[in-house]
């Protein structure tokens, strides 16, 4: 009795990663408890309902997972968490989705009393049809992704059998030509292919489009590929042309300004939930061709109308792409029902032990405020008083010599405030990419950027997601949206991208002292810091003394 | 029993025949029949009779036990031993039914609820009462009443007719031919011969009515094959329209059995899964950690004053849903550590004013004890409690809601059905735990409930079910299977190849069949003297002890901002940070985490930011990080730069000189002043005093307002609140209106009727007017009001009230019952309700005066 492993009485798992066993361990264990936190000695694993769905879609039973705990264990397990797990993981698979030669789609049971139990749920009578035979029941196939959502809700997990149409055919194919998949995305793919649908997670930077452009590959279909912002339809366009045998030609954008609809045609969520006079005019979309994959980038951010329409796409094989399962909306199981369960996991601390990406270096730098600041910052009303404090003078200067000091280095000035990151542009005389930025002027910024023409760029929110920014090495942060913690992880991913000369990135967020600023910080950091990045704290004056 | 020259014919006499061991045993099973000793046997013998003891000595009975006495019930008065064996085994002689018959004859014998020799068995007459089919109480046979007894009260013509129709010869009189009738019944050949002829419906009647009930309903013109039975006495009436299938038609149908099924033997326990004995031991020794755990715990969260006591007793619904969520338990779950807390004395009202529960005293001393005493602590007083935790939040028979802590809960059955179903655990192969719905239906035989269709739930079973998840959750059993150290506490001794001795239990002081008997005893807990009890829990410390994980001196720290204990920690450790941090996740390790206001909270209680450093670098086995550290001195630079104070008045004067002045001054001392700023003393007393004090030292202060204003002080008139003009107070009492005048009449005449009204002779009685009370005996009283009730007569009564004070009252009563008569009150001049002990007498009223 020495395990590596603690269970706690609240079903979180506690591993000592510097236990001989650790990776033996993490390796049974990591089919179906969640890695919720990695700091540097105990990482916690939580176990879910979720998670024991997961493990049991990917072909685990019950008793693997009880004997992976027991055998793991330092202290006895408690004999009711064994009993609970297994109850878990038996509630999966009772009801399945599966065609029938006659009836088309059909819900079967192989314990009847559980069919009888959410037939008579309200929330299902009206998707279901006549019933069969005592265990069978007609669902009609429009609803197919309404009944998962909803036996989830119930507790009743529905394995969904039925299949995928494969749609309109494709060829695509991998150009590995001068790169290759790395082992791990291949892996990716092929869980998620082996599967049917699902999300795979991996950290930003590590290479996501790739596994996007490799399930493409097998998929040999037309594609639709969701994106958060036009942006990063470009990216994708850029990468797939790049990576694949797909022509310019073969790729459409459809997006607020162009609407095409080609074999590989990428949407932004913006326009697909572009609302007028109460319908959602784009979302045919979906229904304009025969697609055989739908790709979902940044499945953390899927908008709620998006899930609504992907309800009535449970027939086509469905790609989630995230960095992070956390949605700070907490809808982490309709991700479950709609997209399908969690295909891959690694974790970021693991990726970049294997060199894929760049090791980070995180500094939250505390600026004091001025007395006249503290007063005004003091009698500053509520939702004014985290812009104050967000955008005070100091940070300004904190920011200059932050830049002073990584100068010849490809540096990103991230901020909330467009007054703020203008009076950051001016002094620092770099240019400012903003909401109202065209997007041609973006692109050619960051191309810039790219080149190494210019080496300090000012971005606002705009720039959160999805530019691939390749050789930025060092981000500062002055100010963010409040507490989100994804934000933080997207910005940090800024900066994770393999260096040509295996830099280390930093990473600095400027807060002022003793302010909501610090609140929102703590609460930002704390995923990258359960994610085992762990931050630095300086103070202003150290940066301001090292640089002069 | 033991062989005797002249038969018994009293159970007094059975018992005088019996030696000393017999006695002592009969009295060890039934111990309510010494309480108080009784004087001599015949005493004994009525003690025993009495319905009470009966019933408590019928329900303690093994199923097979009862079912004897069951069978005896329904059998001739006496029975020899081969008929009763009849009636259990059947004609074809069940041999299991057989084997066990003499040990239950021997038990009921041994309980004196039988007596007299094997060819006179006679069971008491009370049991023989209670066990008895009548049509209000059928038995749990089925069966129904004799010829003898359905033919009672039946015309000796109708009787005749059924001897004849049933093919016998006619006799002189009923007596003569019941007994024909009734030994035609009995005998198999000459029975089967007459059913023979039955009708097929008139077979398939019968056999509807043969295992019971057996009454069934006839209408006034029933059909042939009914008529056939009827007519031969198959059938007979109980009431129009009812018939009943005799005792005897219905053994015969039955083969001779009493029941339908006799269940000899005790149904074995089964075990469900075998776990490694070792798997066993340590889940159980987790839990048992988790058991210390929890109930620090609660006390912990009641350290500074639990919940309230409700006016009831008990703990409030929401109090247990709140303190459930701070275990982070069910509220069934919660209710069990709460009652065991208090089972065990660690926790109990303060019995202040608002009563709240606290920790004894005798929690603190728990607290010093090693950790596996605690447990056995807990244990024990599980093991011995008659509360029970299981039905909190259930409802009593008044429907009040049966809260934790609270009245209600004792079941005095809990220890012994505790006590017996971990018996039966420990008599499974070590390591193997129960198949539950066996162990239930085993001490469902143990104990049998006398109703004919029991309830699937009843108050054993529950007890029984409680026991096994109480036990799991106490860690007496781990995974379900009873652990060494369970069995230890017990006083059992180790499973195999141990040498330990039994326990000296009632069995060893039972006669002989005792010992024979495949079953262990079904009897109380055995009497562990506190020297065999201490042994015990000894054992199981010492069992326990080396699997309980050893307290560690040190965490892990980690940058964001948590600790992990990967383990139980020392206690003093264990304090200071359950201060310093917030606790996120507990079980075998405890999550801890730093916030700002938890380190504040440490700050409050008087650490240093430099002690704090040094206790995280001197526990912690890795660096302090950074961010904590941080964290730590940010908190500490802030800690206390605000100081917030109470004062009374305060002196303030832009001259330090004076300031200083009255500091020095001795005469000062009184006010309390401090000096907090240059040119501010702060004071204790209030400003008026300070004002006068200062005047007196001779200087001349001027008070100030709230907005800091000099106060100009002039004289100012002093006023009351609102007051009344005094009402004039004249001589004498008010002169009584019309109403009032009225009344004080009615009740003057009333009473001077009640005092002076003739009323007829009675020489025994008082008379009205010379002031005596009437005096009638209390059966005359009770006729006399129920007369007067009738004819709606007044009477005259004698009353004394609750103070002892004698009174006379004339009433007409309207109602006598239940002790109380309800009268209109002449005197009074109301309807008044009077209990009948408290009337000394009644006379009725003379003619012409009502």
């Known amino acids: 009795m020495n395990g590596p492993l603690i269970v706690q009485s609240d079903k979180t798992l506690l591993l000592e990663v510097d236990h001989d066993l650790a990776d033996a361990c993490r390796r049974a264990i990591a089919p179906f408890a969640e890695l919720e936190r990695a700091p540097e000695h105990i990482h916690t694993y939580r ?78 009578a009206p998707l279901v049809g006549a019933r069969i035979d005592p265990d069978t029941v007609a669902v009609h196939p429009s609803e197919r992704g309404q009944i998962k959502q909803t036996l989830l809700k119930l507790g009743w997990p529905a394995e969904d059998l039925a299949g995928y149409v494969d749609g309109e055919a494709h060829a695509i194919e991998l150009d590995e030509t001068g790169w290759a998949l790395r082992p791990y995305q291949r892996q990716a793919v092929e869980n998620f292919w082996h599967g049917g649908s699902g999300v795979v997670v991996l950290p930003c930077g590590a290479g996501k489009t790739l596994v996007g452009a490799g399930a493409m590959a097998e998929a040999k279909a037309t594609t639709l590929i969701l994106v958060t912002n036009t942006v990063s339809a470009r990216q994708w366009k850029h990468e797939l042309v790049k990576r694949t045998s797909l022509t310019e030609d073969e790729i459409g954008e459809y997006s607020g300004t162009r609407k095409e609809i080609r074999p590989v045609t990428i949407a932004t969520y913006q326009v697909l939930t572009t609302r007028r006079k109460g319908v959602y005019p784009h979302l045919e979309l979906f229904d304009s061709r025969d697609w055989g994959l739908i790709l979902y980038d940044e499945v953390h951010l899927l908008p ?110 991230i901020g909330q405030y467009i007054d703020q990151l203008d009076e950051l542009g001016e002094h620092l005389n770099a240019p400012v990419i903003k909401g109202e930025t065209s997007n041609a002027q973006r692109e050619k910024l960051f191309d810039a950027f790219r080149e190494g023409e210019i080496s300090v760029l000012v971005v606002s929110k705009v720039a959160n997601f999805s530019i691939d920014l390749p050789e930025a090495t060092v981000a500062i942060q002055v100010s963010g949206t409040f507490g989100s913690r994804q934000e933080e992880a997207q910005r940090l991913g800024r900066v994770l991208r393999p260096k040509a000369d295996g830099h280390q990135a930093h990473f600095y967020s400027v807060v002022a002292r003793d302010t909501i600023d610090q609140d929102f910080a703590a609460h930002r950091q704390r995923f990258l810091a359960e994610q085992g990045y762990a931050y630095r704290i300086m103070d202003a004056d150290e940066v301001l003394a090292d640089t002069e | 029993m033991s062989p005797e020259t002249t038969a018994p014919r009293s159970l007094a006499e059975a018992l005088r025949a019996r030696d000393d061991a017999s006695l002592s045993a009969l009295l060890r099973s039934r111990p309510d029949l010494i309480t108080p000793v009784p004087t001599d046997l015949t005493q004994l013998a009525t003690r025993a009779g009495t319905r009470a003891s009966v019933v408590r000595a019928l329900e303690r009975l093994d199923r097979f036990t009862l079912q004897t006495a069951e069978a005896l019930a329904v059998a001739r008065e006496p029975a020899t031993y081969d008929e009763l064996l009849g009636l259990l085994a059947g004609d074809d002689g069940d041999p299991a039914a057989t084997a066990a018959f003499p040990h239950a004859l021997a038990t009921l014998r041994e309980q004196a609820l039988l007596w007299g020799a094997d060819d006179r068995l006679r069971l008491v007459r009370t049991a023989r009462e209670l066990l008895a089919p009548s049509p209000q109480h059928p038995s749990p046979t089925g069966l129904g009443p004799t010829v003898g007894e359905a033919t009672a009260g039946m015309s000796p013509g109708r009787i005749q007719e059924i001897v004849t129709a049933a093919g016998l010869a006619t006799t002189h009189d009923s007596v003569s031919a019941v007994a024909s009738l009734s030994a035609l019944f009995s005998d198999r050949s000459r029975m089967s011969a007459l059913l023979d002829e039955a009708p097929a419906e008139a077979v398939e009647v019968l ?163 090693p950790a596996a005493e605690r447990w056995a602590r807990l244990a024990s007083a599980w093991l011995a409690a008659t509360r029970t935790a299981g039905l909190v939040g259930g409802r009593d028979a008044k429907d009040r809601t049966l809260s934790a802590l609270g009245p209600g809960l004792d079941r005095s059955s809990a220890p012994e059905v505790r006590h017996r179903v971990l018996t039966l655990l420990a008599g499974l192969p070590e390591g193997a735990s129960p198949d539950a719905d066996s162990l239930l239906a085993r001490l469902h035989w143990e104990r049998p409930s006398r109703a004919v269709r029991p309830a ?48 000296s239990g009632p069995g060893d002081k039972l006669p002989a069949h005792h010992k024979r008997r495949a079953v262990p005893p079904v009897t109380a807990p055995p009497p562990h003297s506190p020297a065999e009890q201490a042994a015990a ?314």
């Open chain 1, 47 to 124: 176990v879910t309902p979720l998670g024991l769905w997961n493990a049991r879609a990917a072909g685990h039973d019950a008793e693997q997972v009880v004997d992976a705990l027991v055998e793991f264990s330092r202290y006895p397990v408690p004999h009711a968490l064994l009993v609970d797990i297994a109850e878990t993981m038996d509630r999966y698979g009772r009801l399945t989705l599966s065609k029938h030669p006659a009836h088309g789609l059909v819900l079967t049971t192989t314990d009847r009393p559980v069919l009888e139990e959410v037939l008579r749920s309200k929330r299902i």
């Open chain 1, 304 to 413: 709620a109308p998006v899930f609504k329409f992907t309800a009535d796409l449970q027939a086509r094989r469905r790609l989630g792409l995230t960095a992070t399962l956390v949605r700070e909306d907490g809808r982490e199981s309709d991700v479950f029902s709609l997209i399908g369960p969690k295909r891959f996991d690694a974790p970021w601390k693991e990726i970049e032990a294997q060199g894929y990406i760049a090791p980070a270096d995180c500094v939250e730098v505390r600026v004091n405020l001025t007395d006249s600041e503290r007063l005004a910052y003091a009698t500053a009303e509520n939702e004014e008083k985290y812009r104050f404090c967000a955008t005070t003078a100091t940070k300004r200067k904190v920011t200059e010599a932050l830049v002073r000091r990584f100068a010849g280095q490809q540096i990103l000035v």
């Open chain 2, 207 to 369: 056999s509807r009515l043969v295992w019971g009930p057996p009454y069934g309903q006839v209408t006034a013109e029933p059909a042939p094959h009914l008529r056939w039975l009827i007519a031969r006495g198959l059938l007979l009436p109980t009431a129009p329209g009812t018939v009943v299938l005799p005792r005897e038609v219905a053994l015969h149908l039955r083969a001779g059995r009493a029941h339908r099924v006799t269940q000899p033997v005790a149904p074995a326990v089964e075990a469900a899964t075998v776990h490694g004995p070792g798997a066993v031991d340590t889940a159980a020794a987790g839990q048992a950690y988790t058991t210390l755990a929890t109930v620090e715990e609660l006390l912990k969260d009641w350290h500074e004053g639990g919940p309230p006591v409700l006016r009831a007793g008990g703990l409030s619904v929401r109090d247990l849903k709140r303190t459930a969520v701070a275990l982070d338990v069910p509220e069934p779950v919660a209710a069990f550590w709460v009652e065991l807390a208090y089972a065990a004395g660690l926790v109990a009202s303060d019995g202040e004013a608002d009563e709240r529960y606290a920790a004894t005293p005798a929690y603190d001393t728990w607290l010093e004890l």
């Open chain 2, 456 to 503: 699937p739930d009843d108050l054993r079973a529950r007890l029984a079910r409680w026991t096994l998840s109480e036990a799991e959750l106490l860690g007496v059993t781990g995974r379900g299977a009873l652990s060494a150290q369970g069995r230890a506490l017990l006083g059992l001794p180790a499973p195999a190849g141990a040498t330990a001795t039994e326990p």
């Open chain 2, 537 to 850: 829990t000894a054992r199981a410390v010492a069992l326990l002890a080396p699997l309980l994980p050893e307290p560690l001196d040190h965490v892990l720290l980690q940058a964001d901002l948590t600790a992990v204990a990967p383990g139980p920690l020392e206690r003093p450790l264990a304090d200071t940070l359950g201060v310093l941090a917030d606790v996120e996740s507990k079980g075998g390790a405890t999550v801890y985490r730093f916030t700002p206001a938890s380190v504040r909270r440490s700050l409050d209680a008087g650490r240093s930011a430099s002690d704090l450093h040094a206790f995280l670098a001197a526990h912690s086995r890795t660096p302090v990080p950074q961010p904590l550290a941080y964290l730590i001195d940010d908190m500490a630079r802030r800690h206390g730069h605000l100081r917030i104070g109470a004062a009374s008045a305060y002196v303030r004067c832009d001259d330090e000189a004076v300031l200083n002045e009255i500091l020095a001054d001795k005469r000062s001392q009184e006010f309390g002043l401090r000096r907090i700023a240059p040119t501010v003393l702060v004071a204790q007393a209030d400003p008026t005093t300070l004002l006068a004090g200062l005047r007196t030292m001779g200087f001349a202060p001027a008070a100030e307002s709230a907005e800091g204003d000099v106060l100009i002080s002039r004289a100012h008139a002093h006023r009351t609140p609102p007051r009344q003009a005094p009402e004039p107070v004249p001589d004498g009492p008010p002169v009584p209106d019309a109403t009032l005048l009225g009344a004080a009449i009615r009740a003057i005449r009333a009473g001077d009727l009640a005092s002076t009204a003739p009323r007829k002779e009675d020489p025994a009685a008082g008379r009205p007017g010379d002031g005596t009370l009437p005096r009638t005996s209390s059966a005359e009283t009770l006729a006399t009001m129920q007369a007067a009730v009738m004819t709606g007569e007044a009477v005259w009564i004698g009353y004394v009230n609750a103070e002892g004070a004698a009174s006379q009252r004339v009433i007409a009563p309207i109602r006598v019952e239940g002790g109380f008569v309800t009268a209109y009150d002449h005197t009074a001049d109301e309807v008044r309700t009077y209990p009948l002990h408290r009337v000394t007498g009644v006379a009725e009223l003379a003619e012409d005066q009502s």
